[in-house]
């Protein structure tokens, strides 16, 4: 038994006995490791990032992170 868990056998992932999780990636926005069990997206432009830096993103930030930026309205002629 754990002293400081209580556990018997595998520790409490609170346990400061517990192995480290398992890298499975690292995030393309924190670059932090994902590590076992964590949640994450895979999206197509930046790479697998965690859930949590995903929405921590403005939708602005998100759409500059996809490459599109606001544009300039601008007229092409005279209207008649």
Known sequence: MCDECRNIGAHHPQCPNAPEPKKIFDCKLCTDPIVEGDS????????????????????????????????????????L
């Open 40 to 79: 994450y997206y895979d999206l197509p432009e930046i790479g697998k990032a965690h859930e949590a830096c995903v929405k921590d993103l403005s939708s602005v930030d998100l759409l500059e992170k996809f490459g599109e930026y606001p544009q300039i309205a601008e007229s092409e002629g005279e209207w």
